[in-house]
């Protein structure tokens, strides 16, 4: 089945400064990479989301890269608030039943 | 829209115990799934269902039943409780029409068993 590995476990940047999540997954027929943040007590939320065939998609603050070839994908956040504090999980999908999430980052954006 | 709703948000049971975590959502999706979130092992799936009438195996899904009698609802029943299976379970919805597969997940309940 499909491996989703994510790093780092735990992230702290100072308010202003970027944040890197990386993710790598080990099937090939995967097709579709949500990123997903979660808030303390709450469920996980899509904030951005990418295809195969694309190879970055942004979103104001928020960028998503895929290397097909490397099977790697990577969130990055740019001038980082204090509201970006959470935990962010990556995941492959190859299809609806087959969502593999990482582990998670927590990002603590420190003021 | 209420989105995706779940009851009890917390519950507490004993071993050998057994219930059924609700889920419900009025956004009229297909899909549907349960996850279990534990500390260092992100969210795995339990079961899943891509409609009323048909569901599906997750990655782990012993001790645990599901059914879906209708489009809106989803519950998940722990038959006889075992302390492994304390966790923060999540249900999700998505339209998946088009490959849309944005889940859309509930609040969680924080289930501990003794």
């Known amino acids: 089945g499909e491996n989703v590995e994510q790093h780092p476990s735990t992230l702290s940047v100072q308010e202003g400064d970027s944040a890197v999540i990386k993710c790598t997954y080990s099937?090939?027929?995967?097709?579709?990479f949500p990123w997903y943040k979660q808030e303390l007590g709450k469920g996980p939320q899509l904030i951005i989301d990418i295809r195969s065939n694309v190879g970055e998609k942004k979103d104001q603050r928020i960028a998503v890269t895929l290397n097909k070839t490397a099977k790697h994908f990577s969130l990055h956040i740019t001038e980082t608030q204090p509201e970006d504090s959470a935990v962010y999980f990556c995941?492959?999908?190859?299809?609806?039943?087959?969502?593999?999430f990482g582990i998670g980052t927590k990002l603590q954006v420190i003021p | 829209n209420a989105g995706v709703t779940q009851t009890p948000k917390f519950q507490v049971l004993k071993t050998g115990q057994s219930m059924t975590l609700q889920c419900a959502q009025d956004?009229?999706?297909?899909?549907m799934s349960w996850y279990r979130q534990d500390p260092g092992m992100g969210l795995r799936l339990i079961h899943y269902s891509v409609g009323a009438g048909i569901t599906d195996q997750g990655e782990v899904p012993n001790g645990y039943n599901v059914s879906r009698s209708t489009t809106e609802d989803f519950p998940l029943r722990l038959l006889s409780a075992a302390p492994s299976q304390t966790s923060v379970y999540f249900c999700?919805?998505?339209?998946?029409?088009?490959?849309?597969?944005?889940?859309?997940f509930g609040p969680g309940t924080r289930l501990t068993v003794t």
């Open positions: 995941a492959a999908a190859g299809g609806y039943q087959k969502v593999t």
């Open positions: 956004m009229n999706h297909e899909y």
């Open positions: 999700a919805s998505s339209y998946g029409g088009g490959g849309d597969f944005e889940q859309y």
């Open positions: 099937d090939s027929a995967s097709n579709y």
